[in-house]
């Protein structure tokens, strides 16, 4: 004899496109199974199943969740006559103290299955590795910084004792015209500060247009001094069709420089070490290339490149790319890498175009 929810369940899982009754033998499977499991029949405002991780992750031993309580926590705009929402997408939650990942699934515009995991930890792990990421990252700016920060320094303490001994002879014009290189080599420093602000985790970008050109400019000033004392050939190759991006300009930056020191690194065996960064647009998208010469990947590595915690250093964190990948989501973006074993290796980050405005 079967229970009412089994006979339920059953009349959930033919529901299915092909399926037949049979199929729902694996109900103690579902039962036991380690992930959190809810089925809900929107139609009759019931719970038909509620697994025991689903029990477990909730902390719902004493009292179970009825069908509005569940419902008002995952599905809170699913109306009974109207079943509409983020079906089939990843989302998370704050519960109790715990961070939950679930994924909701329509079946015959009746049944919604709702799959829940803890990932409290995972998510810990991940900040953790990300800070880690950020602290490696963090010296290679400051290394620009130390260098770049003299430059503009000496030449407005210049230009201010050149002005100040020579204030009662100079012409207006000449005043001006060390005024203005003042002015540009503060402009040089503000931006310098600005970049110590590059290494957030970016979850809110600030998307805006952002001329190439420019921003490569920028960034060699802040990376080829360090670069250059491994013995490194950083080389930008303009392209006057790709020039504009929409993008957050502190997250490119973090994102390219991933890229750049992970470049660094497969080079330390290689005679002539160089890493190119070029441009080229590809329909409504630009395609930004950081590409080396060094010591290559096999298919197996590249394979697993963006899981989380992946790492061939011996000292990595393995979160570096999955970063990299997740702030390029946020921004349209993609990456994509291609390597060939003892030759190089090139990534590729897609970001949409952007338009000049006159």
Not at 30 to 41: A, F, K, P
Request: proline fraction near 3%.
């Amino acid at each position: 004899m079967i229970d009412n929810t089994q006979e339920t369940l059953l009349r959930a899982c033919s529901a299915y496109p092909y399926a037949s009754g049979w199929t729902c033998i694996y109900i103690d499977i579902l039962e036991n199974i380690d992930l959190g499991l809810l089925l809900l029949d929107i139609e009759h405002e019931s719970v038909v199943l509620q697994n025991k991780s689903a029990i477990s992750i909730l902390e719902l031993n004493s009292k179970p969740m009825n069908y509005s309580e569940y419902k008002l926590l995952f599905l809170p705009d699913v109306q009974r006559s109207s079943i509409t929402g983020d079906f089939g997408i990843s989302q998370s939650l704050h519960y109790k103290d715990k961070l939950l990942g679930y994924t909701a699934y329509i079946i015959h515009n009746t049944f919604v299955w709702i799959l829940i995991r803890d990932i409290t930890e995972k998510a810990r792990l991940e900040s953790i590795a990300a800070e880690i990421n950020t602290m490696d990252n963090i010296k290679y700016i400051f290394s620009g910084i130390r260098h770049e920060l003299g430059n503009p320094i000496n030449s407005i303490k210049m230009a201010l004792s050149v002005l100040k001994t020579k204030l009662d002879t100079c012409s207006r014009d000449t005043i001006t015209e060390y005024v203005d290189r003042i002015l540009k080599e503060i402009s040089r420093v503000e931006y310098l500060l600005k970049s110590l602000k590059s290494f957030g985790m970016f979850d809110n970008p600030n998307i805006q247009k952002i001329n190439l050109s420019s921003f490569f400019n920028n960034f060699i000033s802040l990376t080829a001094e360090d670069l250059q004392k491994k013995g490194i050939d950083l080389r930008i190759i303009p392209n006057a069709d790709a020039q504009w991006i929409l993008a957050d300009p502190r997250a490119l930056q973090h994102a390219i420089l991933n890229l750049v020191t992970n470049a660094s690194d497969a080079l330390e065996e290689s005679l002539n070490p160089t890493i190119k960064i070029g441009s080229e647009k590809r329909d409504d998208m630009i395609w930004i290339h950081v590409e080396d010469n060094g010591c290559g990947m096999s298919k197996e590595v590249c394979d697993n490149l963006f899981k989380p915690f992946y790492t061939t250093k011996p000292f990595g964190t393995g979160l570096g790319l999955t970063i990299t990948k997740k702030m390029l989501t946020k921004m349209n973006g993609s990456i994509e890498i291609n390597s060939i074993k003892n030759r190089g290796t090139r990534a590729t980050m897609k970001l949409p175009e952007g338009h000049y405005e006159e």
